[in-house]
C-alpha cells in the first residue's frame, strides 16, 4: 500500500490556507523562544508549559471576565509567574553552559505539567470562539475566529520583529545580548532586562495558548506537539534569528499539514525532522544565515 494518500486541488489549498494558519501561531512561540536564546542565553524548554499554563487560565476566567480579557489577564499572570521563576531558578545558572538552563527549564515543564493536572484534571475542556460566524475556503468552511487569532498572532510576531529592528529599545537589546559588559558600563541593568526578556517571552506564549484554546481545545499535553515544532522552527530559521523563526515556523507548519493529509503512518511523522535535517545540511546557521552554528 502507498504511504500517499489522494491529492486533489481542493486539499491542497485548504491545506495551504490551515498551514499558514498554523504557522502564524506557531510563529509566535517560536519568536518567544528565540527572544530567551538569542537574547539570553537561555534554552526555555518550559516554553510549552506557559503555552498551556496561558490556555488554561484563559479559560478558568473567561466565564467571569469575558474571553478578551481573560486571554490578556492570562498573558500577564503567565508573564508575571516566569519572571519569579527567572529570578529563583534562571538567573543563578547564568554565565554556565546553555545545558544547564535547558534541563532547569525542562523540570519546571515537567512540574508545571503536573500542577496543570492536579488544578484542572486530565480531561479536555473546550472554549467556545468569541468570534462567530464562517468564511468558505474551496468549497469548505473555516471558522473566522481563526482567522482573527492568525492576524493577532502575526502581528505580535511582526511587531517584535520591528522592535528588535527598528526601534532604540531594540538597539540596546541586541547590544546587550553581543556584549553584556559594555551595556552594564553603559548603564544598562542587564539582570533586569533578562529578567524581563524571560517574563515577555512567556507572556507572549501563553498569549498564544489564549487563541490557541478555541481552536485545539484545552487539554493535557497540548504543550508537546507546539514545544517540538517551535524548536525545529527555531533551529532552521537559526538560532537567535527573529526573522528565521517566523520563516521556519510556517515551513514547519507546511511541513505538518502537507504530510499528515497526504501521507501515512512513520512518513508523515518523520517529514518535518527531514525538512530540518535538509535545510541544516544546505544552511547550518538558518534560512537567512544569521544564526549561531549548530554544531
Known sequence: ?????????????VNLVDAWLYGSLLAA??????????????????????????????????????????????????AAFAGAVE?????????????STLLATFGLSILLDGLMQIVWGTSTRK?????????????QRMSVFIFVAAGLATAVSVGIWALLRRTGAGTVLRGASQNASMAELLGVNTTALMTGLFAASAGIAALVGGFAGPIFSVRPGMDIDFLIDAFLAVVIG????????????YLVALADNLSLTFMTGDVATAVSFVVVIVILLARPTGIFREGRMIA
Open 238 to 249: 537559526g538560532l537567535g534569528s527573529v526573522r528565521g523563526a517566523i520563516a521556519g515556523a
Open 1 to 13: 500500500m502507498s504511504p500517499f494518500g489522494k491529492i486533489t486541488a481542493s486539499l491542497l489549498v
Open 29 to 78: 512561540v517560536a519568536v518567544a523562544l528565540t527572544l530567551v536564546f538569542g537574547l539570553g542565553r537561555v534554552v526555555n524548554f518550559a516554553i510549552g508549559a506557559f503555552y498551556a499554563l496561558g490556555a488554561y487560565v484563559a479559560y478558568s476566567l473567561r466565564a467571569a471576565v469575558g474571553y478578551w480579557p481573560a486571554v490578556a489577564l492570562a498573558a500577564i499572570c503567565v
Open 87 to 99: 529570578r529563583i531558578a534562571i538567573r543563578p545558572l547564568r554565565g554556565r553552559t546553555e545545558i
Open 127 to 139: 472554549m467556545n470562539s468569541p468570534v462567530g460566524g464562517t468564511v468558505p475556503v474551496d468549497g
